[in-house]
């Protein structure tokens, strides 16, 4: 089925009777076909031409929803092989509490629970409260929810004891004792939990906040997390083809090898810094000055123009 189908397909099923959800149900989150941020200067070079540079924050209506997919599709991969066993979720009291104060009482929390327990590993989201409720005052408040492993199997993890220590450890350095624990039976009771808590558009980051949203401990992942990045942009991309093609590519098809191989085939987009096209001018040009420098960086004044030219260029590690 070709790109037409494809969407004929998607529009014939976005009524009443053909849609899988209800119109209240759906993503707030705008539609958008390209990053409204793109970077000035610099442009991919593909087989196909030019294309802008995303910019990549986690803020932005087109990275930020890319980005939140890859991330929970490495935590999916992680969890088939090494399922997280709790959750939690911490919340705090204070609206003015900062990401250091937030940091050092979730260091106290977890320092405890490895000492009762051994080993205890975690992937939090940080999310804010809508302040909309009657008891907020109309203030917006972090609070985290987290994926658990408890990874020594010689000790037993009783969940209403797990929830009494974190309640008595979150209140006593934060003053918060609204805490919830739960004990996750699968991995797919930890995919229906993340997908609850990741990325409600609502629920992000305050106009301005500086901090990480995502906040893995060291030993959370199985197995290094650039591997399962890159099996998680792998496997997005590989959907997204077959559904622009109208096609079904099921886990181990005969459809999805032959998408897998076309995808590995295909060039990456190498970025290029460019001099923004004039008024009056329709395309970018290559900068000129920068390909010169990385051929005869002879003078200190090139090789320092081209030190800031290759950390442009490192900035921007490929599609998001």
Known sequence: MT???????????????????LDR???????EKRCPNSQTGIRLVTDYGWFPAACKRRDCVYCGPKRAREDARVLVLDAREQSP????????VDPETTPKAYR???AVLWKRLRRLYGRVEYYGHIEWTTGKAASSGGHRRMHGHYLVKFLDEHRDVDVLDVERIVRETWESVTGAYRVEVAQLASPGAAIGYLSLHHRKPEQAAPVGWRGMVGRPSLGYFHRPVGELREQARL???IEAMAWARGLTAPPGSLTRQFLEIEVQLTPKPKPMLVREPLPGQALPEPLIEATERMRHPETEESRSALRRDQKRLSAWRGPP
């Open 25 to 31: 149900q759906r993503s707030v989150t705008p539609a």
């Open 85 to 92: 066993t709790h959750c939690i979720t911490l919340t705090t």
């Open 3 to 21: 790109l037409a189908g494809a969407r004929e397909r998607s529009e014939r099923g976005s009524g009443p009777a053909g849609s899988l959800v």
């Open 235 to 237: 496997q997005l991309r």
């Open 104 to 106: 050092h009482a979730s």
